[in-house]
């Protein structure tokens, strides 16, 4: 049985797998990639915002792992705790409570971002 | 290894997830989780017409948390297994069979249900 | 111009295109469309009941044509204009903001089913 | 008022509104309209298989204008009525009852498609 | 015949059919809309930031209503036209060719906020 | 602990849970998994082509235990390896980066099905 708690476990499946995506060799799917990465990256608005946008729109179309994602890249481009709570809010307003088991997802998993020492919380 | 079945696990982590999406002390959301609370108390509707509603509603919107709590709630308001059945019912035609693998889900979550009096089977 | 008012239009056009999707002449879309006819009919639960469970459906899938005919069905079926609002209340609260247009449109179905004289209102 | 039937007037102002789109002049909306272009030409599928998977993913995400398009683009990659049909009917299984107003929708499109001889029927 | 716009003719419905959802008295459904009005107030993100959020929010979600609430309430916030188009592209990226037809709902909507002279161009 | 990979498990899982269905013997149910089998039926278009479309629907509207089952079907039904990735990136496509945790788990179902020789890989 691994050490690693759910997060971690999450990380290595999804690196896994999207080796395999890469290995289906499709150029559409490889483009399509590709394109993903690079709509964060800083333009009119800064990454530090597309990623909240990212975060809501992931919550309000209800994936968890696309919530995971966009946790880690929202801590990692500086938005704190209360401002990722704050954008969370604002998912399940729009979306309804049918997002609460996603909001119970992402409230876990920010706790996994605070261990981790990677979530600014003031 | 524990000796709790699916059901009871379920219950388990959403309490224990649902402490923590408290604990995220966002006012916005909680007074969401109160509000959502209110909405299934008699009203113009019975609770128990309501729940059956929210069942539908979870269904449609493929969520198996959601499912669950409300298939709980249902038997708590006295419907009985023939009439949450019909309910999915309901469901499955509206939704289509993309709906199917939530349909298993729900009758699996019965048979819990059932094992433990909490539903009225006729 | 025509003295028609939005619903009766509605009527109309659901009707002439109800008859092209049967000339479609499909073996499998004509028996889809006789056992959605078929789900509300009395069963353990009632045609009442099932009605506003399609309703709520309907809103939280968010469409309106789905959601005039089920407020129709629902008037017809004998629930009062309150026990439809409660009903869309729980289709708001599952479905979140997003549903807020279709609440809107439904407003107005009701406002033109209560002219008609169609819908119990006490 | 215009001679314009409904097809051809939604294909006049899909032609307007692109235009503003590309006037955004948005380098990552402009990569994603050339991707989406590329996704449909021949294959390992076919341009017609893959305009009948357009038309069906369309069609369970109920969204009349993309259903528009694909039909018209079923028709020019040589699809018969009937094989359209019978993808529509797919849509319709998988997507449930929540689909039928786009059903009737396609039906209407159909009609307009095979007026302009634009459609293969047998 | 109107001399009013697009626009225009949507917020005057959209207040009109407003006042007709709170007519329908129902306390749960007076609560919901409060507590949105207040979502977007400034609090751990700025209301600039939240109503991209909703608008994102409600492009994935596709609802050209709720898409063309959020275009205004994000000019009124500040947010400059390279900005919005910014987030449409996040929304694009994260909801697919399915979101397309919005994009160009929400391109001619940003056109008549310039024309108004309530949109930032620069 | 078991030999079974994840893609047998849910099988075994899968056919458990659908005997439970039936066995909440509902006549509406019953017929409608019986309308759903027919669905993919040779008709105007072949049992493999509409495979493909179920794939892409299961896809689009993010299903996992859907996608399985038509993959495996797809497979079954003769068509390629990268037939069925081309198919998968038109659901991509039209149903954005929301998709590709469901795309994640396509490829590695695709690699159960190559190791247990049930898909074409060339």
């Known amino acids: 049985m691994s050490d690693k708690n759910?997060?971690?476990l999450f990380r290595e499946k999804r690196a896994e797998q999207n080796k395999k995506v890469m290995d289906l060799d499709h150029l559409g799917i490889k483009r399509f990639f590709?394109?993903?990465?690079?709509?964060?990256r800083d333009g009119a608005l800064s990454t530090?915002?597309?990623?909240l946008l990212g975060?809501?729109?992931?919550?309000?179309?209800?994936c968890n792992d696309c919530i995971d994602y966009h946790l880690e890249?929202?801590?990692?481009?500086?938005?704190?705790?209360?401002?990722i709570v704050d954008a969370l809010n604002?998912?399940?307003i729009?979306?309804?409570s049918i997002v609460i088991p996603h909001l119970r997802h992402a409230a876990d998993t920010l706790d996994f971002l605070?261990?981790?020492?990677?979530l600014k919380t003031d």
């Open 55 to 62: 975060l809501v729109a992931s919550s309000v179309l209800r």
């Open 6 to 8: 759910r997060l971690e």
């Open 90 to 92: 604002v998912a399940l």
């Open 73 to 83: 890249q929202c801590a990692k481009a500086g938005s704190t705790k209360a401002e």
């Open 114 to 118: 605070e261990e981790e020492g990677t």
């Open 48 to 51: 530090q915002t597309k990623e």
């Open 34 to 40: 590709n394109m993903d990465t690079n709509t964060y």
């Open 94 to 96: 729009v979306g309804g």
